[in-house]
C-alpha cells in the first residue's frame, strides 16, 4: 500500500508560480512510477506529467510543456510539480499517483494509487 499527501496547492494571479508536493508513504516510492493529474469542474481528470521511477524520464501533456516540471526526490519519497507561468486554465485540483512500473506512465487506468487532491486556482 502507499498514501500519497498532496500539498502546496493555493490561489495566485495569472503568470505565477506554485510548486506542489506529494509525499509518499507505505511501501517507498521509488518502485513507482509517479504522475500528477488535474480535473477541473466538468472536465475528466487529465494527466499533467509523469515521470519514471528512478526520474531518467519524463512526459508532459502538450498544455503544459515549457511551463511544468516533474521531478522525484526518492530518499525523501516526495514528487513535486513546479508550475511557472500559470493561466487561469490551469485552475483545476491536482492529484498525485502512482503506478508499480518503471517507465513513465501516461494512463490513468494504470495508476493504482492516488492522493486526495490539492486546489489549483489562477486568477485573471
Known amino acids: 500500500q502507499v498514501q500519497l499527501v498532496e500539498s502546496g496547492g493555493g490561489l495566485v494571479q495569472a503568470g505565477g508560480s506554485l510548486r506542489l508536493s506529494c509525499a509518499a508513504s507505505?511501501?517507498?516510492?521509488?518502485?513507482?512510477?509517479m504522475g500528477w493529474f488535474r480535473q477541473a469542474p466538468g472536465k475528466e481528470r487529465e494527466l499533467v506529467a509523469t515521470?519514471?521511477?528512478?526520474?531518467?524520464?519524463?512526459g508532459y501533456a502538450d498544455s503544459v510543456k515549457g511551463r511544468f516540471t516533474i521531478s522525484r526526490d526518492n530518499a525523501k519519497n516526495t514528487v513535486y510539480l513546479q508550475m511557472n507561468s500559470l493561466k487561469p486554465d490551469d485552475t483545476a485540483v491536482y492529484y498525485c499517483?502512482?503506478?508499480?512500473?518503471?517507465?513513465?506512465?501516461?494512463?490513468?487506468?494504470?495508476?493504482?494509487?492516488w492522493g486526495q487532491g490539492t486546489q489549483v486556482t489562477v486568477s485573471s
Open positions: 499517483a502512482a503506478a508499480p512500473v518503471w517507465r513513465v506512465v501516461t494512463h490513468l487506468r494504470e495508476y493504482d494509487y
Open positions: 507505505g511501501r517507498t516510492c521509488s518502485s513507482y512510477a
Open positions: 515521470i519514471s521511477w528512478s526520474g531518467g524520464s519524463t
